[in-house]
């Protein structure tokens, strides 16, 4: 039997630990992926994954079920993050991948892609996070919402504190910024061409589902 | 349904419109607006690119595996909150989950053999609910007890019948079964296979996926250095190609 997010966290109030380690192993993916795409580095990530999900157990009592459960994680976790880049005071700097998992990757994009498909998407992703590292946080965390934790626009203006229309503004220039940045580098010409090429096939935006 | 109607130019609507959330009337007035403004048009098409590209980025492979491994114990003198909070890789383990139920589960067996032994069939085994038995000994206990004298085990046995005359007053639960000592022994060993079966399958899931991302990174490798030894032989080529259209120009300037 699958329980709801919502019976798991009654059950992690009642005081059984295996149900609040059952809503670990559901987010512990999303919320490493949110980590890692806001602060772009691999360890940080992961402390600050684990750390969310401390903080979210310590403070379980306090927690009405006035949001999502999910909800309020990502929230922990963008503070948690935020906190992290303070603490850098500067740019952070997205770190290249060292291992993008391709077992993974491949399953996901079928038979249809070949390796050397694989190699030009690897290599396009790492261009795209190093462009997105160099956006002002609050946009780059809007585009991470929105693409790739498929939020709502009000869903984000909940989580960033700001209205509605700050949301979309935010998408927007990081959007543009981010498709400036990403036409000035070389090694991407053949890489955009590529991926329009193919943007009514097997490459698709949606990416919600994914991590 | 915004206030306004659609205006040339207004990027949230566009924005709107770009990820569908506007509703079925805005979206007809941008679509309408789109076929005849390039501009918005080709803004639009920018933006779908963009997301396009935005779908190369995925996060690396990470071992995570986070488990709550042990809660604050207030019965036990932990007055802080001392949850701790680690990956379940089991190599990192300073003891498989397993072995510390044994290790617990033998010395609570152990408590209550000799007890039953010591006081005659007529005093009452400690009983005990699943959970009494597998999680509070180890958060009481140290696991790793290979050898215990008869005070150990007389104090251990103390201690739990305490716990559990406790839980009885505390918890106006179902009543607790009786049970006696190979009762237990049959529910220990239950919980070992079961426990030691979960590991083995979690360390086999492991090491296939170990193995399934090695073997692609291999490949990954091997097309990039094909392609690498690709290009240089191409560019040996046209070198060679040229050198020989220099050799004939020069032969060809020489004969005239």
Redo the contacts between chains.
């Keep these: 039997m699958t329980w709801t997010d919502e019976e798991l966290v009654a059950r992690s109030r009642g005081g059984d630990v295996d149900s609040f380690n059952q809503l670990i192993v559901r987010w512990e993916r999303p919320i490493y992926a949110l980590a890692y795409r806001v602060i772009g580095r691999e360890e940080e990530a992961r402390d600050v994954c684990q750390e969310a999900f401390l903080r979210a157990f310590r403070a379980l009592p306090g927690f009405k079920g006035q949001a999502k459960f999910s909800s309020w994680l990502y929230r922990i976790t963008l503070n948690l993050c935020r906190d992290w880049i303070r603490r850098q005071r500067r740019t952070p700097v997205a770190q290249m991948p060292e291992d993008v998992d391709a077992v993974e990757f491949a399953s996901e994009t079928g038979p249809a892609e070949t390796i050397e498909d694989l190699v030009a998407r690897r290599e396009l992703g790492e261009v795209v996070a190093a462009a997105m590292a160099l956006l002002p946080e609050e946009q780059r965390t809007a585009i991470i919402l929105k693409e790739y934790h498929g939020m709502t626009f009000q869903e984000i203006a909940d989580l960033q504190g700001c209205p509605l229309s700050t949301v979309k503004t935010r998408l927007y220039q990081g959007l543009s910024v981010l498709r400036r940045n990403l036409a000035r580098n070389p090694a991407m010409a053949s890489g955009i061409a590529r991926a329009e090429a193919t943007r009514d096939g097997r490459l698709q935006p949606e990416l919600v589902k994914r991590v | 349904m915004r206030d306004q109607p659609f205006q040339c130019g207004d990027?949230?609507a566009?924005?709107?419109y770009l990820?569908g959330?506007c509703d079925a009337q805005e979206r007809g007035l941008i679509e309408t607006h789109l076929v005849t403004c390039p501009g918005c048009a080709e803004e639009v098409e920018?933006?779908?690119?963009?997301?396009?590209?935005?779908?190369?980025?995925?996060?690396?492979?990470?071992?995570?595996?986070?488990?709550?491994t042990r809660?604050a114990d207030p019965q036990a003198g932990e007055v802080s909150?001392s949850?701790v909070?680690?990956?379940a890789r089991w190599w990192s383990k300073p003891l498989p989950a397993w072995a510390q139920v044994a290790a617990a589960a033998a010395i609570f067996a152990a408590g209550v053999g000799i007890g039953v032994s010591r006081r005659g069939p007529d005093v009452q085994p400690a009983a005990a609910t699943e959970a009494s038995v597998v999680q509070r000994p180890i958060a009481a206990i140290s696991p790793a007890a290979p050898t215990v004298s008869a005070a150990d085990l007389e104090r251990v046995e103390a201690r739990l019948r305490g716990e559990i005359a406790q839980l009885r007053t505390a918890s106006a639960v179902a009543p607790v079964a009786r049970t006696n000592s190979d009762e237990v022994l049959r529910q220990v060993k239950a919980m070992l296979a079961d426990s030691e079966r979960r590991q083995q399958q979690a360390s086999a899931v492991r090491t296939a996926?170990m193995v399934?991302?090695l073997e692609?990174?291999r490949?990954?490798d091997i097309?990039?250095m094909q392609?690498a030894v690709g290009d240089v032989q191409r560019i040996a080529g046209a070198t060679y190609q040229d050198q020989n259209r220099l050799v004939r120009l020069l032969v060809n300037s020489q004969q005239r």
């Design positions: 990027v949230e566009l924005v709107t990820y959330e920018t933006l779908r690119g963009t997301r396009t590209l935005l779908a190369t980025w995925a996060p690396p492979a990470a071992d995570l595996g986070f488990q709550i809660v909150s949850s909070l680690r990956p996926q399934g991302q692609e990174q490949r990954v097309a990039q392609r």
